[in-house]
């Protein structure tokens, strides 16, 4: 069976954390780098994006590069957010 080769490696061991006071815009940055020996593209498609923000959320990784992507949790009343019973999303 042929070894599969990565493109596109990202540096977070499993979540995203986000820390709190979350009435002001919080932001958390990981770093999406490409081994690989040509150019890679990515995209990031949020899903609620009235909640989220990414910058960039597209771009083209030259061989060898490394960038930083920032993902920043829009501001929120806590409160009320931890009243919705179908939220998938948990803050630390």
């Known amino acids: 069976m042929a070894k599969h080769k990565h493109f596109l490696l990202l540096n977070l061991a499993t979540n995203?954390?986000?820390?709190?006071p979350f009435t002001d815009i919080v932001?958390?940055?990981?770093?999406?780098?490409n081994p690989s020996d040509r150019k890679v593209c990515f995209k990031v498609k949020i899903t609620?994006?009235?909640?989220?923000?990414?910058?960039?959320?597209?771009?083209?990784i030259d061989?060898?590069?490394?960038?930083?992507?920032?993902?920043?949790?829009?501001?929120?009343?806590?409160?009320?957010q931890m009243r919705k019973v179908n939220t998938s999303l948990w803050y630390t």
């Open 16 to 20: 995203l954390k986000f820390k709190g």
């Open 48 to 60: 609620v994006p009235h909640q989220y923000c990414v910058r960039p959320n597209s771009e083209i």
């Open 63 to 80: 061989s060898g590069l490394t960038v930083p992507v920032s993902v920043m949790l829009q501001s929120f009343d806590y409160m009320i």
């Open 27 to 33: 932001t958390t940055n990981l770093k999406l780098s």
